[in-house]
């Protein structure tokens, strides 16, 4: 077995990983050192390691033997079935745990995507999603990534749930965790600006600040009046600036991270 361990920002993890899944890996591990995060993935042959190397020349790569690791069962070890909120079971796809009773279960392909569920702003975004739904709304996810929001929002009642996403590759992993979920994916590629007005009960959107100021007009677009606008994928100290969009926002909070949930 051989790893191939790389240096990135946060911002960097979700394309990076979904280029060493599609790369063939058989699992990564990340952690962080000396302010960055480091991310290490398994490969089983070294034959991909000239080409590696140079596809990841800007993220210091370094390759190396390892021995005795079951990468296997380190991944499954990372990725255990949990509990979200007060209505999710978050599921890997191995899982074979029964659902806990007054619970949906959401299936997922941890290695597939942006948005596993894992990341505190995920799970800030279920429980939101979970405590405004209702039997019947319809749903858009702006960013969806591995189309985790979307799902679960289906799990939980929706009437319909729109995944969209700028990146194709996010697109196709999420039409594989809605095929898991025996699901008809509904997924489109763009962004907000490419439904119609007032279209959404709920808007959702776990994306990094900066974009979702960019977008922010055509979040409030979407979401019919009475209805609700989640946001997250922020810090703590990027939360008072929505603040200043809406006369009232519930900030819900998992570490450092932070979630708006505005009534429009």
Not at 34 to 43: K, W
Not at 141 to 158: F, H, K
Not at 209 to 230: E, K, M, P, Q, W
Request: aromatic content about 8%; glycine content about 8%.
């Amino acid at each position: 077995m051989y790893s191939l361990r790389l240096t990135c920002t946060t911002a960097e993890i979700d394309r990076i990983s979904a280029e060493l899944w599609e790369a063939g890996t058989a699992g990564i591990q990340e952690a962080e050192h000396d302010g960055q995060v480091v991310l290490i993935a398994s490969f089983e042959t070294s034959g991909l390691r000239p080409a590696l190397l140079a596809r990841f020349d800007q993220h210091s790569p370094k390759w190396q033997q390892e021995n005795d690791t079951d990468w296997f069962r380190e991944t499954i070890r990372a990725w255990p079935a949990r509990k979200i909120g007060e209505q999710i079971f978050l599921a890997p796809l191995w899982d074979n745990e029964r659902t806990p009773a007054g619970r949906v279960r959401v299936v997922h392909n941890p290695g597939l995507a942006c948005g596993t569920g894992e990341h505190p702003c995920s799970q800030l975004a279920l429980a939101a999603l979970e405590k405004h739904l209702r039997n019947g709304d319809r749903v858009a996810d702006i960013g969806t990534g591995s189309g985790i929001l979307a799902i679960a929002a289906l799990r939980l009642g929706a009437a319909s749930a729109v995944g969209i996403d700028v990146d194709e590759a996010a697109l196709a992993a999420a039409k594989q965790n809605f095929d898991l979920n025996q699901l008809i994916p509904a997924l489109a590629a763009g962004s907000a600006d490419c439904l119609p007005d007032a279209y959404a009960d709920i808007a959702i959107a776990n994306i990094n600040a900066t974009v979702l100021i960019s977008i922010l007009d055509d979040l409030t677009r979407i979401t019919r009046t009475g209805g609700f606008l989640i946001l997250t994928g922020f810090p703590e100290w990027e939360a008072d600036v929505f603040k200043g969009f809406f006369d009232a926002a519930d900030i819900s909070n998992e570490q450092e991270w932070r979630c708006v949930t505005v009534r429009i």
